[in-house]
């Protein structure tokens, strides 16, 4: 099975992101193809104004990734940290 179908295999919300439950210290990374941008894409905590109390449907605008090779970038190794996809 390739990476892409299994992403696809995962639930999404209403907003088209993938439905999760972080840990308190995971990282949270969005991924948009059409509206994310590799150069200007951030990498969220929990605590995040922007992500609000539920990161599977931020609060205000994020900085998305445009691509998922440069969100895995952030990626901390051995970390929970997380990508949500934007389809």
């Known amino acids: 099975m390739s990476w892409r179908s299994a992403f696809n295999e995962l ?3 209403s907003n088209g992101w993938s439905v999760f ?3 308190a210290d ?3 990374i969005y991924v948009s ?3 994310g941008n590799d150069a200007t894409g ?6 995040s104004s922007a992500v609000g109390n ?3 449907i931020p609060r205000n ?6 691509t998922i090779d440069a969100a895995m970038m952030q990626v901390r190794t051995g970390a929970p940290d997380w990508i949500l ?3």
Not at 42 to 47: E, H, P
Not at 61 to 66: D, E, H, K, L, P
């Open 11 to 13: 639930p999404k919300d």
């Open 21 to 23: 439950l972080p840990s």
């Open 26 to 28: 995971s990282r949270l």
């Open 33 to 35: 193809s059409s509206t």
């Open 42 to 47: 951030q990498v969220y905590s929990l605590a």
């Open 54 to 56: 539920n990161p599977r």
């Open 61 to 66: 605008s994020i900085a998305a990734y445009r």
């Open 85 to 87: 996809l934007r389809q």
